[in-house]
């Protein structure tokens, strides 16, 4: 069909729910034709418009290994709804994940602790480098970096800069808006806006055509 229109919705619900809404299903013209994983809590999505592969981030806090062991980054290719990935971040709440701008990594935030590596949830929480396979399957993990502040860390959301080498980083946790970039397969913390405190920033969003990137915060100080 040639003016086929696909929607992927991915199902989020409090893990304690057990009859809340989960998997990602996929939707060819306003029907379901498909679902995958069907117990999957997810958090967010990206999409690779040159590989037509969709990325979801799969919020879990414990998983087998123990408190902040949970979460996953998922891979499906769209041409065929193919799973391709679905690899544990060992990291609490896998929030969202960004493409690099030459498609060749994906940075994955959490969105609190404690991680497998980070036992107390106030010192920090992990964003993980993953070097992309050729057919856009997730590969290896080439650096995890443990974003700290000191209070709690609640790394919310991720974002690729139109264009630019950065990304951003909501820390809702550390009132403040982060900078990151890729320096050698590793990833460097390079700036940070703070915000009033408890103002929680929790999303941003780039102008299409200006410099600008907007915000919105989760709390109003009290």
């Not at 806090?61 to 679905?86: E, H, Q």
């Not at 609490?92 to 030459?102: G, P, R, V």
């Amino acid at each position: 069909m040639a003016n086929k229109k696909t929607v992927v919705i991915g199902a989020w619900d409090y893990p304690w729910n057990s009859d809340g809404a989960k998997g990602i299903h996929i939707f060819e013209n306003g029907e379901k034709v498909k679902t995958i994983l069907p117990d999957a809590n997810v958090g967010s999505q990206t999409f690779n418009e040159e590989t037509k592969v969709l990325y979801l981030t799969e919020e879990i806090t414990n998983g087998v290994l123990g408190p902040g062991s949970g979460g996953y980054i998922i891979a499906i290719r769209m041409t065929d709804g193919k799973l391709l990935s679905r690899v544990k971040t060992d990291g609490c709440n896998t929030t969202m994940c960004a493409l690099s701008n030459d498609g060749k990594y994906l940075v994955v935030a959490h969105h609190d602790g404690p991680s497998v590596d980070c036992a107390d949830e106030k010192i920090g929480c992990p964003i993980n480098l993953y070097k992309l396979n050729a057919d856009g399957s997730i590969g290896v993990m080439v650096d995890r970096y443990i974003m700290k502040n000191e209070k709690k860390t609640q790394l919310h959301s991720i974002y690729s800069a139109p264009g630019k080498d950065f990304f951003l980083v909501a820390d809702c946790g550390g009132d403040a808006i982060k900078t990151i970039k890729i320096v050698d397969e590793k990833i460097v913390e390079t700036s940070k806006v703070v915000v009033e405190a408890g103002l929680n920033p929790r999303y941003c969003a780039f102008h299409p055509t200006l410099p600008i990137v907007y915000g919105n915060n989760e709390r109003v100080p009290v």
